[in-house]
């Protein structure tokens, strides 16, 4: 007896993958919108440390020019993320100005943590080399170098090389 190999036919086929399509769709959608809430909780996090440097600067920058306490932690809080934490230090002629914020997503608190991000901005005291006069007042600016040439006779001075 001849045995012949049974193919599938065409219907049967379309049976075995019934169903397939409505599978992937319900593995994939919720991956994707998973990675989306994740792209958007680190963009949440990378803008808010962006915000937090530029408010660094700022608050450095007009603690540098001499502007009160005051009026600089005003400017870092209107430049700074929602809720954030600032110090101003001033020692030994530099001004240091930390901003600190806790980033977090409304909504999404038990899937994704809460991150903390801060920015540092050291600079010099513009002020304290202002207010303070050079202790050696006879000292030439610039590290030694005079300002003006020293007097001399003008035939020797200006005849430094051969004739």
Do not use: H
Request: glycine residues 8%; hydrophobic residues 45%.
């Amino acid at each position: 007896m001849i045995e012949r190999a049974q193919t599938a036919g065409p219907n049967q086929r379309r049976q075995a993958d019934r169903g397939q399509a409505t599978a992937e769709l319900a593995v994939g959608l919720p991956s994707l919108f998973a990675a989306f809430f994740v792209a958007a909780w680190l963009l949440g996090a990378v803008s808010g440390q962006a915000r937090c440097a530029d408010a660094a600067r700022v608050g450095a920058r007009l603690a540098a020019r001499g502007e009160s306490d005051p009026t600089v932690t005003l400017a870092v809080a209107r430049a700074a993320p929602p809720q954030a934490r600032i110090r101003l230090r001033r020692q030994e002629g530099l001004l240091e100005v930390e901003v600190s914020a806790r980033i977090s997503r409304a909504g999404l608190d038990s899937f994704v943590p809460d991150l903390v991000v801060s920015a540092r901005a050291v600079v010099a005291d513009e002020a304290a080399f202002v207010e303070r006069p050079p202790a050696d007042a006879a000292t030439p600016p610039f590290g030694g170098i005079p300002a003006e040439p020293p007097d001399c006779p003008a035939a020797p001075c200006r005849d430094s090389g051969p004739p």
